[in-house]
């Protein structure tokens, strides 16, 4: 069985881009509600005992599995993004090997992070918006719902949530203001180079 993990952080600590009382229904409740949710789906399958990314990999395309890929590409989608997130004062930027790796893929962190923003303002309704890693080639991508990289075979770097309930407590429908506040103050590059 499942249980939410731990927050890397505390509750304020992403204060002011992200407050406390959006962490604590964004974490406590809407992350809480799909772990268990899975939990009751897969409890006397023989997903029961696998672990959330092989869960996502079986229940991937297969529409008899909807409920199950939904909540624990959802867990995992959210799981992903809290650790990508740094407590507000940390490392403003990427190290020089991930800087270079950016410049390479995007031709300055300054491009990258105008195509991210574009990508994550142009999400029609639910969704994510990935660093991801295709071979070596470094993308941008969006995703609806709760679809996640490793559903196609990309390896995930970095996300942001861009689902309402990520930004509505603290900026209604500016979700603009949302972006800029975490690509220019949140991003944890040291969790993005782990991954790479």
């Not at 952080?9 to 974490?27: G, I, W």
């Not at 029961?48 to 959802?74: H, R, S, V, W, Y």
């Not at 972006?179 to 180079?193: D, G, R, S, T, Y």
Request: hydrophobic residues 45%; contains cysteine; aromatic residues 12%.
């Amino acid at each position: 069985m499942f249980t939410l993990p731990k927050l890397p952080y505390e509750l304020t600590a992403l204060e002011p881009h992200v407050s406390d009382k959006t962490l604590e229904f964004h974490y406590g409740k809407h992350h809480q509600a799909y772990i268990d949710n899975l939990n009751k789906l897969i409890t006397g399958t023989n997903l029961e005992k696998e672990t959330l990314e092989n869960i996502i990999l079986a229940a991937a395309n297969d529409p008899e599995k909807a409920g199950i890929f939904n909540n624990a590409a959802q867990a995992y989608n959210h799981d992903f993004f809290w650790k990508g997130l740094r407590p507000t004062g940390g490392l403003m930027e990427p190290a020089p090997a991930l800087l270079e790796v950016i410049n390479k893929n995007f031709g300055s962190l300054g491009n990258f992070y105008g195509e991210f923003k574009k990508a994550a303002t142009s999400v029609f309704g639910s969704g994510w918006v990935w660093l991801a890693k295709d071979g070596e080639t470094l993308k941008i991508m969006k995703t609806a719902n709760a679809d996640t990289p490793l559903a196609h075979k990309l390896q995930p770097l970095w996300v942001l949530d861009v689902w309402e309930h990520a930004y509505y407590l603290d900026y209604q429908n500016r979700r603009a203001d949302f972006i800029e506040a975490v690509l220019c103050n949140l991003i944890n590059w040291e969790f993005v180079a782990a991954n790479l």
